[in-house]
Nanobody, 115 residues
Framework: QVQLVESGGGLVQAGGSLRLSCAAS????????MGWYRQAPGKERELVAT???????DYADSVKGRFTISRDNAKNSLYLQMNSLKPEDTAVYYC?????????WGQGTQVTVSS
């Protein structure tokens, strides 16, 4: 069973940057389309970035041009570089496959952007 552990969140001022990391217990990145999701307080979890096995990326309109998803297969790691952060980016961020694997959800990492 795959386990995903997210890290790299924190408190940052608007306009700042953070790099999130996701470590997987298994080599799933070669097998699945992977994505970064986020859930803000009182809102549904949403998919913000996708990376296919072939390396094609896609982003939600709200983060396009500011976030970059990438992976390192050798390290079983997925990354999300977040630049020009806005207060509305405040959320818990998770990595998972797309569509998500229910048993694979991790604890997430909190990102808080102050204005």
């Amino acid at each position: 069973q795959v386990q995903l552990v997210e890290s790299g969140g924190g408190l940052v001022q608007a306009g700042g940057s953070l790099r999130l990391s996701c470590a997987a217990s298994l080599s799933i990145f070669r097998l699945y389309v992977m994505g970064w999701y986020r859930q803000a307080p009182g809102k549904e979890r949403e998919l913000v970035a996708t990376l296919t096995r072939g390396g094609t990326t896609d982003y939600a309109d709200s983060v396009k041009g500011r976030f970059t998803i990438s992976r390192d297969n050798a390290k079983n790691s997925l990354y999300l570089q977040m630049n020009s952060l806005k207060p509305e980016d405040t959320a818990v961020y998770y990595c998972n496959a797309v569509p998500s694997i229910n048993e694979a959800w991790g604890q997430g990492t909190q990102v808080t952007v102050s204005s």
